[in-house]
């Protein structure tokens, strides 16, 4: 079965500066979807960014970027510039190619500060 | 992206009464659709698939007969908790993809509903 590992249940980040939060996973398809979500105060979950395992191409949508190791099975989220905004729950999220099942990752609170 | 407007956002009912929970996609048919529930500060659980036409494939330990789901429609489904209890209170959240002309893979979600058993 697969699994989604975040290991961070909450971090801190100053504004304007940068943050990277770990997600893990383990599975045994060779062909899947990884996404991160973002839930902020409202409880609205919002796709931050989404990357298809084999493009080996890290994803990137403007202050977003993804470091996707195939190999170790890993696929964290960098956050440039943070902003006030950017405070919320973030969940990795897992998806195999066949459209199955949603795998979410237990999430990190991330806490931007002034 | 896509819309799912779920309904509605709050609700409070008696403990023993039953509740109605809607699941739309609005621009697009979702033949399947998923029910999650989400207690505070925690991950999203899956409960059930909903499959238009058919039964739902629910998770291990959700009860079926407690969290009723009907997907009449390609554009709606519907959640029920029959015989609510406090411990029912939580967070739902439905989702669906769009496996039409814009299928990313991803999850589009609706706005969640609350529910409060007194």
């Known amino acids: 079965a697969q699994t989604v590992t975040q290991s961070q249940p909450e971090m801190s980040v100053q504004e304007a500066e940068t943050v990277t939060l770990s997600c893990t996973y383990d599975?045994?398809?060779?062909?899947?979807?990884l996404f991160w979500y973002k839930q902020p105060p409202s409880r609205q979950m919002i796709l931050v960014i989404r990357q298809e395992a084999y493009k080996q191409q890290n994803a990137t949508e403007n202050r977003f970027s993804v470091n996707f190791q195939k190999a170790a099975k890993s696929f964290s989220l960098k956050i440039s510039d943070s902003q006030l905004g950017d405070t919320a729950m973030y969940f990795c999220a897992f998806m195999g190619y066949n459209f199955n099942k949603f795998y979410f990752g237990s999430g990190t609170k991330l806490n931007v500060k002034p | 992206g896509a819309v799912v407007s779920q309904h509605p956002s709050w609700v409070i009912c008696k403990s023993g009464t039953s509740v109605k929970i809607e699941c739309r996609s609005l621009?697009?048919?979702?033949?399947?659709m998923f029910w999650y529930r989400q207690f505070p500060k925690q991950s999203l659980m899956l409960m059930a698939t909903s499959n238009e036409g058919s039964k739902a494939t629910y998770e291990q330990g959700v009860e079926k007969d407690k969290f009723l789901i009907n997907h009449a429609s390609l554009t709606l489904s519907t959640l029920t908790v029959t015989s609510a209890h406090p411990e029912d209170s939580s967070f739902y959240i439905c989702?669906?993809?769009?496996?039409?002309?814009?299928?990313?893979?991803?999850?589009?979600f609706g706005e969640g509903s609350r529910l409060t058993v007194l």
């Open positions: 599975t045994s398809e060779s062909n899947y979807y």
């Open positions: 989702s669906a993809r769009d496996l039409g002309g814009r299928n990313t893979g991803e999850l589009f």
């Open positions: 621009d697009f048919q979702a033949t399947t």
